[in-house]
């Protein structure tokens, strides 16, 4: 088995092994993140989706394939966890959305055919995916010309708590204070161009039980590049804020005014390839 088909298979029992805290965390209401920062940005990038065609990569356990569903999308949602798509098809089963789910690794999208959708969706996924290149190249060919492309992802340039060989080399500084509020007064990073594998652990409070996941680290350039080699123009970017409600529920939010913790990409596919 190869290095790469090692770390494939590292990526999808890491995520199955999480699926039921993954579950239980999604749907208590308590993912803040995705609720009242980076939620928001990608659906109003997105618009109407009422009567496209809406491809969910990297779905999860649905949560955002039912809002496409809801506002009227024909949606497919695919995920490499099989254990993530066993709750999504389970979800489905209650709530009769017209969802299809596939558990498949986004670079080999073949039971789809070509030019098919058209948007296509990866939300907080493309930094854990492998093969993000061989991503990209399939989302080009699965979307209609001048489809859109829109992935949310954490900001390559403020990634934290990055290690090489076991050393940080980013992150926040945070204090501490008597009264038990943090401050969060400076990111600091001391390499970006290293691209390398990380490995991430989910402890906290708001988890059911935590669990390790594994992310890759590549620069902005990377991405953008990809997109571009594919025939996919960026035709917008944001850098998400907060809502104030997020804030209000969960104060360390506040820090993502000053430094983002996300980019949102859309990219319009120009030709056929």
Known sequence: MTVEMNIRTTVKEQWDDAAESWVKFVRSGKNYYTEYLNG????QRIGNVTGKKVLDIGCGEGFLSRFFAAAGAEVTGVDISEKLIKAAVEEEGRRMLGIRYLAADAADLSMLGSEGFDVVSCFM????????????????????????????????????????????????????????????PRFWLSDYFHRHSCS??????????????????????????????????????DEPQPLEEGVRLHPPMAK???IPHTILIEATKTRML
């Not at 928001?40 to 659906?43: G, I, S, T, V």
């Not at 403020?158 to 945070?174: M, Q």
């Open 125 to 184: 996924a493309l930094m854990d995916m492998l093969d993000y290149d061989g991503v990209i190249s399939e989302v080009s060919r699965v979307l209609k010309t001048e489809g859109k492309f829109i992935t949310v992802l954490e900001h390559p340039c403020f990634t934290a708590n990055r290690l090489i060989e076991d050393k940080p080399v980013s992150g926040w500084v945070k204090r501490t204070h008597k009264n038990g509020t943090k401050e969060y």
């Open 256 to 258: 993502h005014y000053r």
């Open 200 to 237: 991430y652990k989910w402890n906290h409070a708001r988890l059911p039980s935590s669990f390790v996941t594994t992310g890759f680290h590549r620069t902005l350039s990377d991405y953008v590049n990809s997109m571009c080699k594919h025939g996919l123009a960026i035709t917008g970017m």
């Open 40 to 43: 928001p940005a990608l659906k």
